[in-house]
């Protein structure tokens, strides 16, 4: 399945400004990412909170969209307007896998948004137990 662009459907967007490649994101929906993508639908696009593509797939915990992104040129390491990028979003939400694996693909797991907090304080702070010990282990710098 490929979905057109040109239509100018798929560049609709919510009262969040969530785009349905945005949406396929959040929900998970792999096939439809992927046609969004190859349709040449706006694949920079982001919503009112300032998140794109890949930080929705961080956030929901949708691995294998995260992994195809990354595969097809998202920059694992992009930033919203708070400094959250991926890596922070994942471990805001205790997604140990894919803290997991944007650490194997080079995300750095120091990273600090905006207000100076750190994918382990972040996950720390929210009670991602898994996560914080996983990133203890990688070495994390614990007095951030």
């Not at 399945?1 to 919510?14: F, H, I, T």
């Amino acid at each position: 399945m490929l979905v057109s662009c040109a239509v100018g459907l798929s560049e609709k967007r919510d009262s969040n400004e969530n785009t349905p490649i945005i949406w396929a994101c959040i929900n998970g929906n792999l096939q439809f990412t992927k046609s969004f993508i190859e349709g040449g639908c706006d694949r920079n696009a982001v919503n009112k909170f300032g998140h794109n593509c890949l930080l929705e797939a961080s956030l929901n915990g949708h691995l294998e969209i995260i992994k195809y992104l990354i595969g097809v040129g998202f920059d694992k390491n992009w930033r919203d307007k708070d400094g959250f990028n991926p890596i922070l979003c994942a471990a805001q939400e205790g997604h140990l896998e894919i803290v997991k694996y944007l650490i194997s693909v080079g995300a750095n797991p120091d990273e600090k948004n905006n207000d100076g907090w750190s994918p382990l304080i972040i996950a720390s702070s929210n009670g991602r137990l898994e996560v914080v010990k996983y990133l203890i282990q990688k070495g994390c710098n614990k007095n951030d």
